[in-house]
């Protein structure tokens, strides 16, 4: 079908619920509407006027899609879920930032600092809350938490005792950082929290939890 030039926009509605459009400087009033039927029912709807993007934010569909009304949890699981959040409730995230923390940390979330290797968890609270409170024995404040957990939120999901307490004795035995410099340190740099391999210059493929990126 031909259209004709007069048209200065195309706003196009797909039935899935995506929606696409284009802007430029000014919106047409009253613009008309033409319904084009496309192949396999997708309806398409021309608008006339102005080219106004509506695509939503990459930063919008990430926290949309931590929402736990979009996890696929049980019953019982949401409860669980919805309990450990309450082990974040002191650093006043928002809901979807405590979701988006949680299901990064718990393989809900994609991240590549896993690749593909973490498995999807639902956290508890005593979980949650045993990390943070060993991250609290590090000299670290609840304000140095709430900026450690926007920037590293997998820490939750490392292991207390294989990683976490490891690491931050490696930390002290080898390069003698411990008290305000090991603070300083997570601060910078939390990932090193995480590691899990040290590759000695023979790459592993798992660089992002690497020693050799300390």
Sequence with gaps: MMLGKSLH???????SGTRFCFSAPEIATAAPVVNVNLSNDIPLYV????????LPSKKWGLLSTTQTENLTLSDEER???????????????SADEENKILGKAFGQIHSPYWGEERKKEVPTYELVNEILDY????????????????????????SPEHELRTNVKVLETEWGIKGKSLRNLLLRNPKVLGYNVDCKGDCMAQCTRCWVRF
């Design 9 to 15: 926009s195309l706003l196009l509605v797909i039935n």
């Design 47 to 54: 608008v006339r006027g102005a080219w106004t993007s509506i």
């Design 79 to 93: 409860k669980t879920w919805d309990a450990s959040r309450q082990a974040l409730s002191v650093f006043n995230f």
């Design 135 to 158: 991250l609290r024995s590090l000299s670290l404040s609840d304000d140095d938490l709430s900026k450690l957990l926007k920037k590293f939120p997998e820490v939750l999901g490392c």
